[in-house]
């Protein structure tokens, strides 16, 4: 007990129902095209409005082309989706953030950088990555379409409250390792379903050390896990990465928030359901090998597992280094890499290379605001100049929802968050990695460790 | 949708695949629609086992064999694991099935598979193990789950365990009733909270 999951989770309960779920108070709902147009109909075939819509905030990311968003999208089915969304929202009053509006982006890329999502918050999304919000000292998790449809019903959810896993991760991170690392670092160890029923605090000093934007990353991959969530106590560098921020407090109220968000974290004798201890210096640039993201490795290792179906689809065989190994692919973004952090580390590794020919690259900011800053800091003619173009915000090629879809049999190194069969395109095979990695891949068409450039 | 549980005994369908995610359940490419279709989704559950790229049935695959049948689908370890996406709790329903016997599933999976009145069966290891042994030995063997007495039985062995479900989701199924309807009952308990953490 005592621990800052019980701080913020105890604060929201507005009721306990025997032998049941938790009726818990939902500070910020987000909406995207793909899991909430069941929701909204819900709502409709009960006769019902949207109870708080204020809190609710509603953008479409996954079905965005990344070129011409100005035009209208040539896929209907797509279309007809993002309408849909924007019709709701109209209809329910709840704001709305389109395509080519300045404040459009993926949605997990978008809460944190406008201020929507704040410490001691309880957040959720019809999303699985809804994670990533943990990293400002939130509480938030992904759910399904009819737990929206709750949220909107009545700005509560019911939901069992879940064990909680510290881990720590303690230590310095070596030259070339990234939040990204520590992630599939910690998949590799616990395995994807480590972490399920847990909601997860990241704790230790290479923790702290991370960046907002690698905080955000961490979090994220907190479902891959198997993690409903995972978040990290507010400090500094969260106050600082917010104050300013368009939605966050301003004045005397950012004072009075500061003063509250400082109280939020674990007591020193905070009791933990499970506890996880690693050593930062243990880690090294990861890549995956397999076909889900516990699947991964060092990237100077070789393929520990048995031959086995996921090995199969991807075209390796037990025992092999990947070093060296052909790409056809770069993907560099998606809400887990898709941030200015990502794009710096990218184009500092990129500077004075060119992308290898034969390589398809695909690099997508997380929202316009991304994008503004990466123009703003000059980094597009850094790209530009070793021969990688812009593309604009969404998901994209994560899911291929749009257009971005890997080919068949293609082998794509990709700063997203799954590498499961089919995730980027039927048959495309995925080997997550760091943004790092991804532009060391980018300029030599293979597999390359990153720390030869650096 | 909404359908009251009582006891269900069925034969079943046996996919002894660990980690079995959502992105295999329902492709993202079958999201993009706005209605809660469920024989839509259905038609395309596991889609690319199912079928071969170039649209041809995949006999090897399970769905695809005559030989088994039935509601109960049985999965390996953490199934429904990756994307939050219900669509894929829609596609297991769609398809006909009514209840999933596991020994762990993913989290908002599980939640997913409860509001659409599938219900998620957890059972040991060792029960799992026996069930796709007994499938493999007699494809019409037949399981019998009873939410009253949250019970499971494997009815070629006779193993019976109990699974663990919540008084108040039990409620639920057993009178179709859903958690929307129970919140919309609440709002003076909300207001309530809303003014007291201003």
């Known amino acids: 007990m005592n621990t800052l999951f019980d701080k913020i989770w105890d604060s929201h309960v507005v009721s306990l129902i025997p032998d049941g779920p938790t009726q818990l108070y939902i500070d910020r709902l987000y909406c995207h095209e793909v899991t909430s147009p069941q929701a909204f109909d819900g709502l409709r075939a009960r006769g019902i409005k949207c109870f708080r819509p204020e809190k609710i905030f509603c953008m479409p990311d996954h079905n965005t082309p990344t070129h011409d968003q100005d035009k209208p999208i040539e896929d209907p089915v797509s279309k007809r989706q993002v309408d849909s969304l924007e019709r709701n929202a109209k209809e329910f009053g709840l704001n709305y953030f389109g395509m080519m509006h300045p404040k459009n982006g993926i949605i997990h890329v978008v809460g944190p950088e406008r201020g929507l999502s704040l410490p001691g918050m309880t957040i959720v999304c019809g999303d699985s990555h809804t994670s990533t919000h943990g990293a400002v000292g939130a509480v938030a998790f992904g759910i399904g379409t009819s737990e929206v449809e709750m949220v909107l019903a009545s700005q509560c959810i019911l939901q069992q409250k879940p064990k909680s896993m510290r881990i720590t991760v303690d230590g310095k991170l070596g030259k070339g390792v990234t939040a990204k690392d520590i992630a599939l670092y910690l998949m590799m160890k616990i395995t994807t379903s480590g972490a399920t029923g847990y909601f997860i605090e990241y704790a230790g000093e290479a923790v702290r050390n991370l960046s907002m934007e690698g905080r955000l990353t961490l979090c994220n991959l907190s479902i891959e896990m198997g993690a409903r969530g995972g978040f990290i106590a507010p400090d500094q560098v969260t106050f600082d990465y917010l104050k300013g921020r368009e939605y966050a407090p301003k004045g005397e109220e950012w004072d009075k928030a500061v003063e509250y968000w400082k109280t939020l974290k674990s007591a020193d004798d905070a009791v933990f359901d499970r506890e996880l201890h690693f050593d930062a210096a243990d880690i090294a640039p990861m890549i995956t090998y397999g076909t889900n993201p516990g699947m991964g490795m060092p990237i100077d290792g070789t393929i520990p597992v048995p031959q086995c179906k996921a090995l199969d689809y991807m075209g390796f065989t037990s025992g092999q280094s990947l070093l060296g190994h052909k790409i056809d692919y770069v993907f560099l973004g998606a809400c887990t890499n898709g941030r200015i952090e990502d794009f710096r580390a990218f184009a500092s590794l990129v500077k004075g290379h060119k992308k290898a020919p034969g390589v398809t690259a695909w690099l997508v900011p997380g929202s316009w605001m991304v994008d503004a800053q990466i123009r703003e800091e000059g980094l597009d003619k850094v790209l530009e100049e070793a021969g990688f173009e812009i593309r604009q915000p969404g998901c994209s090629a994560c899911l291929a929802m749009n257009d971005d879809k890997i080919p068949a049999g293609k082998y794509s190194v990709s700063t997203s968050n799954r590498n499961f069969e089919g995730r980027q395109g039927p048959g495309s095979r995925t080997l997550l990695a760091s943004p790092l990695t991804a532009a060391a891949a980018a300029i030599t068409g293979e597999v390359t460790d990153p720390r030869k450039f650096l | ?198």
């Open chain 2, 1 to 198: 949708m909404k359908q009251k549980f009582d006891i269900i005994e069925s034969s079943c369908i046996p996919l002894p695949l660990e980690n079995v995610d959502t992105d295999q359940i329902i492709p993202a490419r079958f999201l993009k629609a706005v209605t809660r279709d469920e024989k839509f989704f259905g038609d395309n559950l596991f889609r690319d086992w199912r079928y071969k790229p170039d649209g041809s049935l995949n006999k090897d695959f399970v769905l695809n064999d005559p030989r088994y049948s039935g509601e109960i689908l049985v999965a390996g370890k953490n199934f429904g694991s990756g994307s939050s996406r219900e669509h894929a709790a829609w596609a297991i329903a769609g398809y006909g099935f009514r209840v999933v016997i596991s020994s762990y599933f993913a989290d908002i999976h599980r939640n997913n598979e409860l509001n659409n009145f599938v219900l998620p069966v957890v059972v040991s290891e060792e029960f799992l193990a026996e069930l796709f042994g007994s499938i493999e030995k007699d494809p019409a063997t037949r399981v019998r789950v009873d939410v009253g007495a949250k019970t499971v039985t494997n009815l070629a062995t006779g193993r019976t365990e109990n699974f663990p479900l919540g008084e108040y989701k039990q409620y639920c199924l057993m009178n179709a009733l859903d958690d929307i309807d129970y919140l919309l009952q609440q709002k003076s308990k909300i207001e309530d909270y809303e003014k007291k953490s201003k």
